[in-house]
């Protein structure tokens, strides 16, 4: 099950900033905005160049024709000029912003007579394309056009993340559930949005100070502000909204091969290999630019790939710089939910001539269905201003994490004056709405029950006051040993503490007719919630449970209902009896470690067994007790996460997770009955290929030293569930093999529809290939084999001991299995066909095997 469904806003939020220079940069400019239209036909013209000639500076219009242009005083000219209409120079007043609307009236150049033939349009090619050549000029001037080439840069940033209902229709708004909320309907906006009529509902500011220095390389972000609308927080974890918002919305560096938008990488237009993707078309010159400009359209030779369409303005000075870059996508693209998206780069002189980041405006429009239906809309806007290169910063400053703040409290209750001194881009007046109209919504009961009703239906929990109960999809379960089972359980929250948490639950087989329980309680040692990053916490707990050896299921519980539904035989359980003693110790720089003590006591059940090989004198055990410390490094350098009330999970990022596990088994300790050592050590990473997709990476290894039976071997993750399970191996059988030494590698391979979207019919569907290759090399030595110890335990027979072997030692050749499927079905599913490929002499075994897996993603 995919986190992106059942928690879409828990995680960790990621900002650390501080003001150390004083006011806005454009405290002496002059903000004009407006539109530009056609004169006669009153339509907008896009891409209009709009100049103050005497000052160097000016933007263009975008797809809508609206502008925003910051005038350096004392200038009070501005120039609208656009290829085949009649240039206009308006004056302005210096010092108070304005609205400047301007229509531009065609050229009445008479044209002699013209005879126009239809042909077929030449074949487009690289070779001779003069826009081709200035596009590998741009790409050959990337190093020195970037902030990278300068040895110190520092500049203030400012962030203003807006999230609005979009489209309401006056039949929506009009509906009887909507009578108490009519106050948040009366103020919208369509003049920022290309049209799209929008309701905000969600804001969040920013304010940073950057510092970079080239050597040694080093980055310092530190926290100024930071504020946004705050949702009761025992319906909405308002920092997972940040750090979901933030993950959708990434800064846009168009001088990176890749843009990372909405958790996809698109190939920029300026990349390496763009020419080998995008067509380019030199559109326009703009001669009155100080320097002059070129207009270079593209677009995606294949409309369909993930790729971007729109403009570039180049300078002809000889640094082919970037001076303002438009985006947006085609709508045959394969991204979900998403009807619009444009990205709009404005890049400022530096003193040497050169250019920067000045204005970045990213702006999506999301909805189930394309058109003009009702949605929702988000907008951010990134401006920098105070920026300096070349100008050396202590070394002091870089010293600590990376990013650092001073305290939460002291950056989040920021007053009203000081964002209005610091804020370099005014509020509108509907923005300046939302903290209040939230507010007043959160007041209202109505909306307090529907956010009851949303919270238990996502997270499984129902909150009654420092008492929550949950997880729902645990309530009822069956399986082959407990038959029917009933489940009731749950923890407590920050309202009873912050320091101490609970949690519990008791659950009842009506076929084995056994009590399962388990109890915990959590010492915050940070005085932070449990389920916070960064965790630092002391925790015991008692457990009395059933458990499939071998069966690690990823981000739910194995009593879930909806995993109750196994193929073949599957009735091989553990009772467990664990008592354990965990202390975890999270570091701001993603470094962590776990110390831990266990109790574990084994009983079989079902068609499991514990019995000796002596073929003589077999001896049935009834359990096996083991006693065991644990030592778990844990390193993942810039994690994120969602965190939500059920579970924290990870959001998967290109950098490397690397893990170590080290636990050591004690005899005679509280009844342990084995001396030994394990060693888990393990690697993943996410590897974007551009257009191929990405592909996740694991490889990990195991090693047991000491003389065990085979319940204390590594029992590899099989999977008899329906579900597709990235870390399992999917038509492994439950306890088919374990090892005393191993070595995996896991790789599943998402093309994001790199091969359907050129298949003329196919690529409306809007389906993803996939694919992944599952290996295991391992084995089991001599000392740990029961054919050659009589003194361990037997490996698994069926009709418990009785019928043919079960489980098995791998040899010379690796398990393997490998799949093809189909992701992306109704936006919703992945179905996968999986082979295995080893070892298909084993009894009751599937050579193949359809998988799913359930998975909303853009």
Known sequence: MNPLLTRPFYCVALLCLLLLRGGPAWAQAT??????????????????????????????????????????????????????????????????????????TASAATLGEVVVKGTKPPRYKNKDNPAVALIRQVIEHKPENR?????????????????????????????????????????????????????????????????????????????????????????????????????????????????????????????GAAPTLYEYYITDTLKQHNPQ??????????????????????????????????????????????????????????????????????????????????????????????????????????????????????????????????????????????????????????????????????????????????????????????????????????????????????????????????????????????????????????????????????????????????????????????????????FSNHFAYTLGFRKLQQSPAGGLYFRTADDDHPVTVPSLTTSEVSLTLRWAPNEQFYQGKLYRTPIITPNPVYTLRLTTGLRGLLGGEYSYENILASVAKRVYLSQLGHADVKLEGGYIIGRVPWPLLDIHRANQTFSYQLNSYNLMNFLEFSSDHYVSLFIDQNFNGFIFNKLPLIRRLKLREVASLKLLYGGVRAENNPDQNPGLYEFLRADRGQGEQQAFMLGRQPYAEASVGVANIFKLFRLDLVKRLTYLDRPNVAEWGIRGRFRIDF
């Open 147 to 271: 902030p990278e080439s300068y040895a110190y840069v520092t500049d203030d940033k400012y962030e203003k993340m807006a999230f609005s209902l979009s489209n309401l229709s006056d039949k929506f708004k009009n509906r009887k559930i909507f009578k108490n909320y009519q106050f948040l309907f009366k103020k919208q906006d369509s003049a920022a949005t290309g049209g799209v009529n929008i309701l905000p509902i969600y804001l969040e500011e920013k304010l940073s100070r950057e510092y970079y220095r080239q050597s040694p390389e080093a980055r310092k972000v530190v926290e100024l502000g930071n504020k946004q609308v705050q949702f009761d927080k025992q319906f909405i974890d308002n920092e997972g909204i940040s750090a979901y918002f933030n993950r959708m919305y990434q800064d846009v560096d168009i001088y990176a091969n890749n843009v990372a938008l909405l958790g996809n990488q698109l190939l920029s237009p300026i990349a």
């Open 31 to 104: 903000t004009v905005s407006g539109t530009v239209t056609d004169a006669k036909t009153r339509q907008p013209l896009p891409f209009v160049s709009v100049a103050v000639p005497a000052a160097g500076v000016g933007v263009n219009t975008d797809e809508n024709g609206r502008y925003e242009l910051q005038v350096p005083a004392p200038n009070t000219n501005v120039v609208f000029a656009y290829l085949g209409y009649r240039s206009v120079t308006k004056t302005i007043t210096p010092g108070a912003p304005q609205t400047l609307n301007v229509a531009l």
């Open 293 to 586: 400009l070129i207009e270079l359209t593209f677009s995606p030779r294949n409309r369909a790939d993930m790729l971007f369409k729109g403009k570039l303005y180049v300078t002809m000075d000889g640094h082919y710089a970037v001076q303002q870059a438009y985006l947006t996508i085609d709508r045959r693209i394969n991204l979900n939910f998403v009807k619009s998206l444009e990205v709009r780069l404005e890049f400022a002189e530096n003193p040497d001539r050169r250019y920067h980041l000045s204005k970045s405006i990213l702006d999506v429009d999301f909805g189930l269905t394309p058109g003009k239906g009702s949605g929702f809309y988000g907008r951010r806007t990134v401006l920098f201003t105070n920026y300096l290169v070349g100008q050396p910063i202590p070394d002091a400053v870089f010293a600590g994490p990376e990013k650092a703040a001073p305290t939460a409290d002291s950056t989040n209750n920021r007053t009203e004056a000081f964002w209005q001194k610091n804020r370099p881009d005014s509020l509108s007046a509907v923005e300046r709405t939302i903290y209040k109209n939230v507010d007043t919504l959160q007041t209202i009961k109505s909306f307090r029950r529907s956010l009851t009703l949303f919270t238990f239906l996502f997270s499984g929990y129902k909150g009654f006051g420092p008492f929550e109960v949950g997880p729902a999809n645990t309530f009822y379960s069956f399986n082959p040993v407990e038959g029917f089972r009933l489940r009731l359980g749950g923890r407590t929250t920050t309202e009873l503490s912050t320091r101490v948490f609970f949690e519990t639950y008791a659950a009842y087989g009506f076929r084995d007719e056994r009590w399962k329980y388990f109890l915990s309680s959590t010492y915050s040692l940070n005085n932070k919630s449990i389920y916070k990053f960064p965790q630092n916490f002391l925790r015991a707990s008692v457990q009395r449970e059933t458990r499939i050896p071998g069966q690690d299921l990823e981000f739910v519980q194995e009593d879930n209902f909806l995993l109750s539904f196994k193929r073949g035989v599957n009735d091989r359980y553990l009772y467990n009896d664990v008592y354990r003693l965990d202390y975890v110790h999270e």
